[in-house]
Protein backbone atom coordinates (compact mmCIF):
# COMPACT_ATOMS: atom_id res chain seq x y z
CA UNK A 1 0.00 0.00 0.00
CA UNK A 2 3.03 2.25 0.96
CA UNK A 3 4.67 1.85 -2.20
CA UNK A 4 1.97 2.08 -4.32
CA UNK A 5 1.12 5.64 -3.07
CA UNK A 6 4.92 6.57 -3.21
CA UNK A 7 4.52 5.79 -6.50
CA UNK A 8 1.51 7.79 -7.08
CA UNK A 9 3.48 10.67 -5.43
CA UNK A 10 6.25 10.34 -7.60
CA UNK A 11 4.16 10.17 -10.65
CA UNK A 12 2.13 12.89 -9.62
CA UNK A 13 4.98 15.23 -8.83
CA UNK A 14 6.85 14.40 -12.53
CA UNK A 15 3.75 15.28 -14.24
CA UNK A 16 3.82 18.66 -12.41
CA UNK A 17 7.37 18.99 -13.35
CA UNK A 18 6.56 18.06 -16.70
CA UNK A 19 3.55 20.64 -17.10
CA UNK A 20 5.19 23.70 -15.22
CA UNK A 21 8.26 22.91 -17.76
CA UNK A 22 5.73 23.19 -20.63
CA UNK A 23 4.51 26.21 -19.34
CA UNK A 24 8.12 27.43 -18.89
CA UNK A 25 8.76 26.97 -22.42
CA UNK A 26 5.38 28.28 -23.77
CA UNK A 27 6.14 31.74 -22.03
CA UNK A 28 9.99 31.91 -22.77
CA UNK A 29 8.71 30.51 -26.44
CA UNK A 30 6.26 33.80 -26.54
CA UNK A 31 8.82 36.19 -25.01
CA UNK A 32 11.17 35.55 -27.94
CA UNK A 33 8.40 35.74 -30.56
CA UNK A 34 7.20 39.52 -29.23
CA UNK A 35 11.16 40.13 -29.13
CA UNK A 36 11.89 39.20 -32.00
CA UNK A 37 8.78 40.81 -33.66
CA UNK A 38 10.09 43.95 -31.63
CA UNK A 39 13.40 43.99 -33.35
CA UNK A 40 11.75 43.44 -36.98
CA UNK A 41 9.04 46.73 -36.12
CA UNK A 42 12.69 48.40 -35.13
CA UNK A 43 14.50 47.72 -37.91
CA UNK A 44 11.52 48.17 -40.30
CA UNK A 45 10.87 52.05 -38.83
CA UNK A 46 14.83 52.36 -38.89
CA UNK A 47 14.77 51.48 -42.81
CA UNK A 48 11.71 53.96 -42.78
CA UNK A 49 13.53 56.38 -41.17
CA UNK A 50 16.24 56.09 -42.98
CA UNK A 51 15.08 56.08 -46.79
CA UNK A 52 12.70 59.07 -45.85
CA UNK A 53 15.79 61.27 -44.81
CA UNK A 54 17.84 60.23 -48.15
CA UNK A 55 14.18 61.22 -49.80
CA UNK A 56 14.46 64.28 -48.56
CA UNK A 57 18.00 64.89 -49.07
CA UNK A 58 17.79 64.18 -52.80
CA UNK A 59 14.82 66.29 -52.79
CA UNK A 60 17.02 68.87 -51.31
CA UNK A 61 20.24 68.79 -53.82
CA UNK A 62 18.16 68.83 -56.44
Excluded at 9 to 25: P, W, Y
Excluded at 30 to 38: D, F, G, K, P, Q
Amino acid sequence: MLKANEFELKLAATQLQTRSFKSINAKIYALSVSYAHSIFARISYINFFVSNVLAQAMEFKE
